[in-house]
Structure formats: C-alpha cells, structure tokens
C-alpha cells in the first residue's frame, strides 16, 4: 500500500504537482538530512544539501520514473552532492592547510579505528614528502613541524620569502594531489 502511495506522489510529481512535492518533502527529507549530516558531519552542509537535493528533484521532475526507486534516487542524487561538497573543499586553499598543519597532530582518542586510519594518514604523507626534494622536505619541517613563518624560513634558508611561499604552494599541491582519494574515501 505504502508502495502504490509513493508511486502514484512521484507520478504526481512527475506531472508538476507542487502538492506531491511537499509530500515527498516531508516523508523524506530527515532521511535524507541524517544521511547528509553523516557524510558531512556539518549540519550547515547538510541542511544546505538536502535543500539542493530536493530543488533537482524538481527541476529534473519531468524525467523522474515511477516505475524506479524514488528513494534510491534521492539518495543517489545526495550522495553525489556530498562527493561535489568535498570536491570542492578538497581544492580550496583551507583544505590544503588542513593536509599540511595536521601532519604532526596526533588523535587523543583511543579508538582503533581512528587510529589504523590516522596511521594510514601519516604513512600516506610521510611518503609524500619523501617523494620531495630535501630542500622541500626542509621548509615543509621548519613550516608544520616547527611552525616557523615564510620570513623565518626565508632568513634560516638565506633565500627570499617569495621562494619560501612558492616552495610551500608547491609542497602542499604535492600532498593535496596524492592525498585526495584518501580523504574522499576518509571523510565518506
């Protein structure tokens, strides 16, 4: 019975009823919510998914099936928005300081879990910047581990504060490159 009611909201909706879309809106909308906030662990985010979720749900409305599983579809149409959301983090500058500052950060939980990925994280980096080269591998100490400034840096180095800012640009596109599926794979 159930079944033939949320057939006969999506065929509605299909036919532009805002009624059947406020419908659905209701019956799914905190479960699509706490899949967002799992994936997010931001409530922001995943207000703001659910909302986008359900504004492609109306726009692409004309195109839906009756005959597939709506609720698959919304949460496959969720799923990818999240995969976007963290796309997007991924390439902005703040994501890159996260990779590098949390280098040397260690968890103060005592979960396994956390800790085997937290293990796999530094195995991750340290092979990274391995693949650097020393004069590298030494401004991305002396700037996350010692937490020196690109002028402290630059005077130690006897090189200019421009090249310290290049080197670290470098450095950090370098470990955002071969940490991304880590960190999609991680946060999901």
Same mark, same amino acid.
């Given at each position: 019975m159930e079944v033939d009611v949320h057939?006969?909201?999506?065929?509605?909706?299909?036919?532009?009823?805002? @009624?059947?879309?406020?419908r659905l809106y209701s019956l799914?909308?905190?479960?699509i919510y706490g899949f967002a906030l799992r994936l997010t662990k931001s409530t922001e985010d995943a207000e703001d998914i659910l909302?986008?979720?359900?504004?492609?749900?109306w726009d692409n409305r004309n195109n839906i099936s009756s005959d597939a599983?709506?609720?698959?579809?919304?949460? /496959?149409?969720t799923y990818n928005l999240v995969i976007d959301?963290?796309?997007k983090r991924i390439n902005s500058v703040d994501f890159e300081n996260f990779i590098a500052s949390n280098y040397y950060r260690q968890l103060s939980e005592n979960n396994t879990e956390q800790q085997i990925t937290l293990?796999?994280?530094?195995?991750?980096?340290? /092979?990274?910047?391995?693949?650097?080269?020393?004069?590298?591998?030494?401004?991305?100490?002396?700037?996350?581990?010692?937490?020196l400034?690109?002028? @402290?840096?630059?005077?130690r180095l006897g090189i200019s504060d421009k090249t310290v800012n290049n080197q670290i640009s470098l450095i950090l596109a370098t470990l955002k490159a071969d940490l991304l599926l880590f960190f999609l794979f991680y946060v999901i």
């Open positions: 057939a006969n909201l999506v065929k509605q909706l299909a036919g532009g009823s805002k @009624e059947a879309f406020t799914y909308s905190a479960s909302q986008e979720t359900f504004i492609r749900i599983s709506f609720k698959s579809y919304l949460f /496959q149409i959301h963290f796309r293990e796999e994280y530094h195995r991750l980096i340290a /092979q990274s910047v391995a693949k650097l080269t020393p004069r590298q591998q030494e401004i991305f100490r002396m700037s996350r581990q010692e937490e400034s690109a002028r @402290e840096i630059a005077e």
